[in-house]
Nanobody, 116 residues
Framework: QVQLVESGGGLVQAGDSLRLSCVAS????????MGWYSQAPGQQRELVGT???????NYAESVKGRFTISRDNAKNTVYLQMNSLKPEDTAVYYC??????????WGQGTQVTVSS
């Protein structure tokens, strides 16, 4: 089992930056990909970005050039640096971890609210 705990959400203004963190515990060594998904009210959860243990990254088109995902394998932590935030980035952001056997784990989510 893997537990994921996010932190770093909050209320910011448009144009501001925010950094989210997600710490994995338990059998964190089994995780290959870690990443972030967002879910706005009334919307489906969607990909923000992922990063593999080896450092390969994948981003949603909507965040390319603004968001950067990084990972510290020694600390079992994944980060999401969000710059130039827009009101449409407002959502609950969930940390995701996927093992080499494609089992998935989710954090409890952290709210990000961007005011105009």
């Amino acid at each position: 089992q893997v537990q994921l705990v996010e932190s770093g959400g909050g209320l910011v203004q448009a144009g501001d930056s925010l950094r989210l963190s997600c710490v994995a515990s338990g059998s964190a060594f089994t995780l290959n990909a870690m990443g972030w998904y967002s879910q706005a009210p009334g919307q489906q959860r969607e990909l923000v970005g992922t990063i593999t243990r080896g450092g390969s990254r994948n981003y949603a088109e909507s965040v390319k050039g603004r968001f950067t995902i990084s990972r510290d394998n020694a600390k079992n932590t994944v980060y999401l640096q969000m710059n130039s935030l827009k009101p449409e980035d407002t959502a609950v952001y969930y940390c995701n971890g996927r093992t080499y056997e494609y089992q998935e784990y989710w954090g409890q989510g952290t709210q990000v609210t961007v005011s105009s």
